[in-house]
């Protein structure tokens, strides 16, 4: 998978100046600088990403999260596999996600 070699093996934890928000049944990955919210910057999470987001603490690897995304969705693992990374990619470029090297 081209998106494992981008993320490496290195397991991912959330970004510090992140929260986790429902809004009117919606949930919302917004940065948080200093007591300010960064409302334009809101990221918009499904089911699977929210169930990927809570798996993000710094010491689960990946492997373990696409199982989870298996075991809890309808999803076949290589499909599994295929959306968490891409899903992850986009997070760590959107600074939200950081991993444990830095």
Known sequence: MEHRIQLGECPLRRGENV????IAGENLLIPVCGEMA??????TLTPVGAHIWDLLNGETEIDMIINGIVETFDVDREQAGADCCEFLVELIGANLVETMDE
């Open 19 to 22: 929260v986790l928000r429902n």
């Open 38 to 43: 960064d409302l334009q910057r809101a990221f």
